[in-house]
């Protein structure tokens, strides 16, 4: 079992940053992949950004890619998501989730479906 409980969310400017922060509390957390996930209102929940159990490969949606970096601290049991140069289409809840899937591919792990556990989420807005 792992809970995750995200921070760091809120609202801003077009063009700046934030960093969110996901912690996570449980066993193994060093096995998992991590992702981050946003659902905008009135839309489907969508894959923004994951990360291998090692953080030695990371995967991005195009919509963010460049913009946007994942990061893991195992020891500390946290992921993070650098949000740089947001847009007012990166408004959303943002939600942190774990993927206990031996098997860490590009195609496994951004995928929704295969997330195990998720936090509440947190709010970002971005206005123009």
């Known amino acids: 079992q792992v809970r995750l409980v995200e921070s760091g969310g809120g609202s801003v400017q077009a063009g700046v940053s934030l960093r969110l922060s996901c912690v996570a509390s449980?066993?193994?957390?060093?096995?998992?992949?991590m992702g981050w996930f946003r659902q905008a209102p009135g839309k489907e929940r969508e894959f923004v950004a994951a990360?291998?159990?090692?953080?030695?490969?990371?995967y991005y949606a195009d919509s963010v890619k460049g913009r946007f970096t994942i990061s893991r601290d195992n020891a500390r049991k946290m992921v993070y998501l650098q949000l740089n140069l947001l847009k007012p289409e990166d408004t959303a809840v943002y939600y942190c989730?774990?993927?206990?899937?031996?098997?860490?591919?590009?195609?496994?792990?951004?995928?929704?479906?295969?997330?195990?556990?998720w936090g509440q989420g947190t709010q970002v807005t971005v206005s123009s």
């Open positions: 989730a774990a993927c206990s899937s031996p098997v860490q591919t590009a195609v496994v792990i951004t995928a929704r479906n295969n997330y195990d556990y």
């Open positions: 449980g066993r193994d957390f060093s096995m998992y992949a």
């Open positions: 990360i291998t159990y090692s953080g030695g490969s990371s």
